[in-house]
C-alpha cells in the first residue's frame, strides 16, 4: 500500500481512479499548520524562527496518516503545484515524522517524496508518480518569508496605530498598498474637474437613401479638437449647417491586423471572468480549482484545465501541437499560421507552475463536455478553451473606410468612419471581439457604394453634449491587473489581498467598485506621512523579486527578514517615541489634501462667515472646526462633511418624522440627492441614494418611506429558490439575483413589480447578455 496527500476532497476523488486500488489517497484539507495571530509567532531575536500550531482539526489527519505511514512503504506528498503547496508538503512532512517521534514509533523520513502536476490527468498523473523528487526548500523557505514579513508588519504596526491613530485597528503589508492605490484614484476623481465639451453629429442619406453618420471635423476651415466648440457655437452650427449641401469629398481605406490576445494567466483570468461573466475573483478561483481538480465527464473524471494560479502565458510544445492540430481539423488549414504564436512571460520561477491556464486536452470543447458541467463552470470553461484556441489562430484583419463630407463652399467638412472585420479565417470567429465587428459589415457596404462628388441628403443635425469623466474607482479585477503591473502581489495571493482589503473595511465596494471609506484614507495618509517608503509601490515590488529570489536560492529567508526587519523595526521606534500630539498635527495637516481637494474646496466658516474651516484630529477622530475657535463654536466631523455639502442643513428639502420617531430628510450630496433617516436615540443614519432621473416633485412621503425599505425582497426565484431583491441607487431602481442585475424602466412602478414579472425581466437582460457573449459565424 502506498499513500498519496493532496489538499482537497476533490483531488482525493480524481486521484483515486486514476491510480487504483495500490493506493490510498488522504486529504489533508489545505494547511495542517499555520501561525497564530498573537505576539511572539515569529522571533527576530532567534533568527525569526517562527512557532506554528495546528490549524483546527488537522492534528487528528496527521495522527491518521502517521498511522497509514507505518503499513505503507512511499508516501507522496502531492499538493499544488506552487510555493503554498510546497510548504502544505513540509508541513504534512514535519508534522508526520514528529508525531512518531513523540510516540516512539519508527521513523518514516525516507519513505517520503514530493510529487506535483501542473495538469491533472491519467498520463500526467502516472508520469509524476514515475519522477518523484525531495521537498523543495527554497519554495518553502520563499512561501515563509512571506508568511513572516506580512506577519511583523502586521503585529508591529497594529500596537502603533491603536496608540497614535482612532479607529486604525490595522495595517497589512501588501493590503495597505493596495488600499493606496484605490485612495490615490479617490483622490485623483476628488481633485478632478469635469469639462463640459460639444460636438455636432450629421446624419445623411446617401442617393440610395441608406443612412450614414458622421461628425463634424473642421469649421471654417479650421480642424476641430475637443473642446473646440461651445454650446452655444454647436448650437448656431446646427442652424447654418442646415442651408449647406454636402457632397463626398475623399474616402480612405485602411487595413490593419490584430492579434488575438496570449493565453490567460491567473490576472487575466480573473479580469475577463469579471467582465464577461460577472464573477469576483475569488469566484472565479474556487470554479477554476474545481475545474483542475478533477470532474466527471461520462465514466471517468478529468482535471480540465492546468494549474490556475500562474503568471505564466507560455504554452507547452505539446500544448502547441494539440491546439494547433485542432483548429487544422475543425476549422482548417487556413486558420493556422505558418509559425506558433510564442509568448513568453516576464517572471520566470522555475519550478513554479510557468504554464498559461489552458484546457488539458483541447478536444473536450466545452460544447462536448457542457452536461457535465455546471453553468459556471462551463462558462468559466469556454473562457479558458476559447482564449488558449484563439491563441493559435491567424489575425484578424481589420478594415477601415472613412468618408469626408464637405459643405459646397469647403468651409466645414464632417467624417463618418466604420471598421469592420474583412478576414473570414482568424481567431476572431470564436473569440467574441468579432461581435464588436459584426454589425458593421452593413454600415461599411453602405460607405463602399459611396462615391467621390456624390452629393448627400442632410436628414438631421444635431449638437451634442459631452463630459470628461475622472479616471474610473478599480475593481477587484483591475486592480488585480493594476498590482502584476506594478510587479505587487503573485497568483496565490491575489484572492488574499482583495477579501483582506474588503474584511478590514477601510474599503467598500459599491457596484463592484472599490470605495475607501474616511478611515482607509486616513490610515493612507498616516502609512504615507510616517512610513512612506515601506508602502510605496516599488518597494513592495522590489520584496517580491527579493522573495522569487529565495525562491530560486539565490538568497536565504533569514538574510532577506533580517535587511527588511533591521530598518523597519528601527522605524517603528522612532515613531512610537512621537508624542500623540506631533503625530495629530502632522496628520490634520496631512487630511487637508483629501477633505480639501482642491484649491477652491476650503470654504469659510458657515457659522461666523468670517474664517476658514480647518481640521483638528479628536479622541474620536477628525474634525472639522473654525480658526477662530474657541470665538466661534463651529464644528463637524469630516466623515459627515464628506457626505454632505458644508452648507448641508440649509438644502434640506423635506424634512419630517417616521412613525419611530426617526427624522427623515432629502439631502444634497456631492455625488447627488439622498433620502437621510436619523435615529437620534440609537445614534444611526440610513442613507439611500435618490436616482438622478427620478422627477423630484414625484417624491411623496408615502414614496419615501417605501425607498427607506429598500433592498426588498421581492419573491423566490422559480429556478434557484433564492431571494430576488428590490434594490436603488443614483441610476435607478433594479432588481438583483445572485449576481445579475435588470434596470427597472422609470415608467414602471418599481413596487408594484410581481415575482414572476421580476424573474423574466432577469431571463431577458441575461438573454441580452449571453446573445452579446456568443460568437456568431462570419456572414458570408
Ligand atoms: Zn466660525
Known amino acids: 500500500m502506498k499513500l498519496v496527500i493532496v489538499e482537497s476532497k476533490a483531488k482525493v476523488k480524481t486521484l483515486e481512479k486514476y491510480l487504483g486500488k495500490e493506493f490510498n489517497v488522504i486529504a489533508s484539507m489545505g494547511h495542517v499548520k499555520a501561525l497564530p495571530s498573537k505576539q511572539g509567532s515569529v522571533l527576530p531575536e532567534k533568527d525569526f524562527q517562527m ?15 502517521a498511522k497509514k505511514s507505518l503499513k505503507t512503504t512511499k508516501i507522496y506528498l502531492a499538493t499544488d503545484p506552487d510555493r503554498e503547496g510546497e510548504a502544505i508538503a513540509w508541513h504534512i512532512y514535519n508534522s508526520v515524522t514528529q508525531y512518531l517521534k513523540n510516540n516512539s514509533e519508527i521513523s518514516t523520513d525516507t519513505k517520503f517524496s514530493r510529487i506535483a502536476f501542473n495538469e491533472i490527468t491519467r498520463d500526467k498523473v502516472k508520469e509524476a508518480i514515475l519522477n518523484p523528487r525531495d521537498i523543495d526548500m527554497n519554495l518553502v523557505q520563499a512561501q515563509q518569508a512571506r508568511l513572516a514579513l506580512d506577519y511583523l508588519v502586521g503585529f508591529t504596526l497594529s500596537p502603533l496605530l491603536w496608540k497614535k491613530l482612532p479607529k486604525c485597528k490595522s495595517a497589512g503589508r501588501v493590503q495597505s498598498v493596495a488600499l493606496r492605490l484605490i485612495c490615490e484614484r479617490e483622490f485623483e476623481r476628488a481633485k478632478f474637474d469635469t469639462q463640459e465639451y460639444w460636438s455636432v453629429l450629421l446624419n445623411f442619406l446617401t442617393k440610395d437613401n441608406k443612412e450614414i453618420k458622421a461628425k463634424l471635423t473642421h469649421k471654417d476651415g479650421k480642424k476641430l479638437d475637443k473642446f473646440d466648440i461651445s454650446e452655444q457655437e454647436a448650437k448656431e452650427l446646427e442652424v447654418k449647417l442646415r442651408e449647406k449641401y454636402f457632397k463626398i469629398l475623399r474616402i480612405q481605406k485602411k487595413k490593419s491586423n490584430k492579434n488575438p490576445p496570449p493565453p490567460f494567466n491567473t ?50 510544445n505539446e500544448a502547441l501541437t494539440q491546439i494547433r492540430d485542432f483548429i487544422n481539423t475543425s476549422f482548417g488549414s487556413n486558420f493556422v499560421p505558418t509559425k506558433s504564436r510564442i509568448y513568453s512571460t516576464k517572471t520566470k520561477n522555475a519550478q513554479e507552475a510557468h504554464e498559461a491556464v489552458r484546457p488539458t486536452n483541447v478536444n473536450l470543447t466545452p460544447e462536448k463536455i457542457k452536461d457535465s458541467l455546471s453553468d459556471e463552470q462551463r462558462a468559466l470553461y469556454e473562457l479558458i478553451w476559447k482564449r488558449s484556441v484563439a491563441s493559435q ?30 478576414s473570414s479565417n482568424c481567431y476572431s470567429i470564436i473569440y467574441n471581439s468579432y461581435d464588436e465587428y459584426d454589425d458593421k459589415i452593413e454600415k461599411a457596404s453602405i460607405m463602399y457604394s459611396l462615391q467621390e462628388g ?31 503591473e506594478l510587479g505587487i502581489g503573485r497568483p496565490s ?38 512610513f512612506d517608503e515601506y508602502f510605496q509601490y516599488n ?43 506631533e503625530v495629530s498635527d502632522l496628520m490634520a495637516k496631512a487630511l487637508e489634501k483629501i477633505v480639501f481637494p482642491k484649491e477652491d474646496s476650503k470654504k469659510p466658516c458657515p457659522k461666523c462667515g468670517e474664517k476658514n474651516i480647518e481640521i483638528k484630529i479628536g479622541k474620536f477622530g477628525p474634525f472639522l472646526t473654525c480658526a477662530q475657535y474657541p470665538q466661534c463654536q463651529f464644528s ?34 456631492k455625488y447627488g440627492m439622498y433620502i437621510q433617516q436619523e435615529d437620534k436615540e440609537n445614534k444611526s ?34 429556478e434557484t429558490g433564492e431571494n430576488v431583491y428590490l434594490k436603488v441607487s443614483k441610476f435607478g431602481f433594479y432588481i438583483e439575483h445572485q449576481s445579475i442585475t435588470a434596470n427597472i424602466k422609470y415608467k414602471q412602478d418599481p413596487f408594484n413589480i410581481a415575482i414572476d414579472e421580476a424573474v423574466k425581466l432577469l431571463t431577458q437582460t441575461q438573454k441580452l447578455k449571453n446573445k452579446k457573449a456568443t460568437t456568431k459565424r462570419i456572414k458570408k
Open 636 to 669: 463637524k466631523s469630516v466623515a459627515d462633511y464628506l457626505s454632505n455639502d458644508i452648507e448641508g442643513n440649509t438644502q434640506n428639502d423635506l424634512v419630517f418624522e417616521d412613525s419611530n420617531k426617526k427624522e427623515i430628510s432629502i439631502k444634497h450630496g
Open 685 to 718: 443614519i440610513k442613507r439611500i441614494s435618490i436616482p438622478s432621473g427620478l422627477d423630484k416633485n414625484s417624491l411623496s412621503k408615502d414614496l419615501i418611506l417605501k425607498m427607506l425599505d429598500l433592498p426588498k425582497v421581492i419573491g423566490q426565484h422559480t
Open 493 to 530: 495571493t491575489y484572492v488574499n489581498i482583495i477579501s483582506v482589503l474588503q474584511n478590514r473595511e477601510y474599503a467598500n465596494l459599491d457596484k463592484k467598485r472599490f470605495i475607501p471609506n474616511f478611515t482607509g484614507s486616513i490610515l493612507i495618509t498616516f502609512l504615507e506621512n510616517f
Open 267 to 316: 490576472a487575466s483570468l480573473q479580469q475577463e471572468a469579471a467582465t464577461k461573466l460577472g464573477f469576483t475573483v475569488k469566484k472565479t478561483m474556487q470554479i477554476a480549482q474545481k475545474l483542475y481538480e478533477g470532474i466527471q465527464v461520462e465514466d471517468d473524471i478529468v482535471g480540465l484545465i492546468t494549474y490556475m494560479r500562474t503568471d505564466a502565458v507560455v504554452l507547452s
Open 393 to 422: 489562430m491567424k489575425s484578424s484583419v481589420i478594415e477601415t473606410i472613412s468618408a469626408e463630407a464637405t459643405c459646397d463652399d469647403g468651409s466645414h467638412i464632417a467624417q463618418a468612419t466604420e471598421s469592420y472585420i474583412s
Open 539 to 581: 518597494f513592495t515590488a522590489k520584496l517580491e523579486e527579493e522573495l522569487d529570489e529565495v525562491a530560486k536560492g539565490k538568497t536565504c529567508k533569514e538574510k532577506l527578514l533580517n535587511k527588511f526587519w533591521k530598518k523597519f523595526n528601527e522605524k517603528i521606534k522612532t515613531i512610537e517615541d512621537k508624542s500623540y500630539q
Open 454 to 484: 456624390e452629393s448627400l441628403t442632410t436628414q438631421s443635425i444635431t449638437p451634442k453634449q459631452h463630459f470628461t469623466e475622472p479616471p474610473a474607482r478599480y475593481s477587484e479585477a483591475s486592480l488585480v491587473k493594476k498590482l502584476e
Open 51 to 65: 512557532i506554528y500550531e495546528y490549524v483546527k482539526g488537522a492534528s487528528s489527519i496527521v495522527g491518521d496518516i
